[in-house]
């Protein structure tokens, strides 16, 4: 089974922080992805930019808008796929992700969401 994983964090705590401190923990990520990397479970990993636009059919058209669908405390900031025998299995996977494993991740809300996924295909 496969599972999207999405990584969430709190905007304003993350803006109100320099850039120095952000970028001393995020290298406080990267031993932690190497240990989700060698799991072997991970078959897509991807950083999420922040700038958002978002489709939607009105009388019949295609809308495009800027911004997002629902207006949320915290945004996306990572998104991976990982392949797991069941939802435990997934959990204890994911929790090898930076966004759980940095302690300064608790305070600027970092979280992830985990959901099945009903159909994958890969095109090549």
């Given at each position: ?10 905007k ?5 922080l320099?850039?120095e ?10 031993p ?12 897509v990993d991807a ?14 058209k295609i809308q495009v808008?800027?911004?997002h669908?629902?207006?949320l ?13 069941n939802?435990?299995e997934?959990i204890?996977v994911?929790?090898l ?8 991740g ?6 992830i969401e ?11």
């Open positions: 089974m496969k599972y999207l994983c999405l990584g969430y964090f709190n304003e705590k993350m803006e109100a320099p850039k401190e952000i970028d001393a923990i995020m290298l406080e990520c990267q932690h992805l190497e240990e989700l990397y060698k799991s072997g479970h991970v078959l950083g999420v930019a922040q700038e958002v636009k978002s489709l939607q059919r009105v009388g019949g808008g800027d911004g669908l629902t207006q405390d915290k945004l996306i900031g990572s998104a991976f796929i990982l392949e797991a025998q939802i435990e997934a204890q994911a929790s992700h930076p966004t759980v494993q940095v302690s300064r608790e305070q600027l809300g970092w979280e985990i959901r099945p996924i009903d159909s994958f295909d890969m095109k090549d």
